[in-house]
């Protein structure tokens, strides 16, 4: 199964506290808006997310459709096949795509520990 670009969305306190804290580690800003209470950092091909007041915990974020630049990939598995497959092997989602459309969709899977995992199209 592969469910495209990886980031991990920090939910965060203070954005320019934690960008200056993730910055010492060599991330650099990649895409976002400051301005909007979120920064998309990136390390080579390490991508985290920034997020102040948007989510209560951190969430592990996968991109179908997109590389680790966020740039289109040629071909990929659409969220809605994998949503399929993921509900055929059991998973509950407490969030689901609608599978009557195409294009931009989400859903969201919760981890036995709780781990809240967002698969999130956007192409």
Avoid: C
């Amino acid at each position: 199964m592969e469910l495209g670009a990886f980031s991990i969305s920090l939910a965060v306190k203070d954005l320019a506290a934690s960008r200056a804290f993730y910055e010492k580690f060599g991330f650099t800003p990649f895409a976002g808006d400051a301005a909007q209470n979120w920064l998309i950092l990136k390390n080579g091909d390490h991508v985290i997310g920034l997020f102040q007041g948007m989510f209560e915990k951190n969430i592990l974020t996968f991109n179908p459709g997109w590389n680790q630049n966020a740039e289109k990939l040629p071909a990929f598995t659409d969220i809605r096949e994998l949503q399929r497959q993921l509900k055929a092997q059991g998973v509950t989602l407490v969030q689901e795509a609608d599978e009557t459309t195409t294009g931009p969709a989400s859903f969201v899977a919760v981890d036995p520990d709780g781990n809240s995992i967002l698969v999130d199209q956007h192409v």
